[in-house]
């Protein structure tokens, strides 16, 4: 029997190889990212690892997000989002708001959540921000969604999930 949350493959099977990628999305991978989970009242969410945050007044949270996705219509819709950095506990929480692992019942349905204002953040996150979308524009194949930060909670200091090359990684001090 296989442990909760061991993978089968090192890799994953269906992904493209690296020579058959353009050179932009080697660059791309190369680049470790944090996952962090957006949500939204609706409730809708979706994992994003293309997430920055820009100190200032106002502080600003940058992400890339499909314009496609449930995430995007229910945000648009009512102007707020939580985004919550996510661990290495969370990998199969990122797997299935990414659409890579089935949802049962809805995303929402297998975990436990805190709801907020901005939307429900994984209960137990120490660490997530309350946003205002400011807008969005066309960005590549996504979109760049701007907030302001309106809210943050910063509680314990739990390590990063990271995705690189791919795959979630974790932050060694190897």
């Given at each position: 029997m296989t442990e909760p949350g061991a993978r089968i493959?090192?890799?994953d099977p269906f992904a493209t190889p690296d020579?058959?990628?353009?050179?932009?999305?080697?660059?791309?991978g190369r680049l470790a990212s944090p996952v962090t989970l957006w949500t939204t009242p609706g409730p809708a969410g979706l994992t994003v690892?293309?997430?920055?945050?820009?100190?200032?007044?106002?502080a600003r949270v940058l992400g890339l997000v499909d314009p496609e996705s449930e995430l995007w219509d229910a945000a648009e819709r009512s102007g707020r989002i939580a985004v919550?950095?996510?661990?290495?506990?969370?990998?199969?929480?990122?797997?299935?708001?990414?659409?890579?692992?089935?949802?049962?019942?809805?995303?929402?349905?297998a975990d436990p959540w805190?709801?907020?204002?901005?939307?429900?953040?994984?209960?137990?996150?120490?660490?997530?921000?309350g946003c205002r979308i400011d807008?969005?524009?066309?960005?590549?194949?996504t979109l760049l969604v701007e907030a302001t930060?309106?809210?943050?909670?910063?509680t314990g200091d739990a390590a990063p999930?990271?995705?690189y090359r791919g795959r979630y990684r974790e932050l060694s001090d190897r």
């Open positions: 493959h090192a890799t020579a058959e990628k353009s050179p932009v999305r080697r660059l791309r690892s293309s997430t920055l945050i820009a100190d200032g007044d106002p919550t950095p996510l661990g290495p506990p969370h990998r199969q929480l990122a797997d299935r708001f990414a659409g890579l692992m089935p949802a049962p019942g809805g995303l929402f349905r805190t709801e907020t204002e901005w939307g429900p953040v994984p209960a137990g996150s120490g660490t997530w921000a807008g969005a524009r066309d960005m590549g194949w930060v309106a809210h943050v909670e910063t999930l990271l995705h």
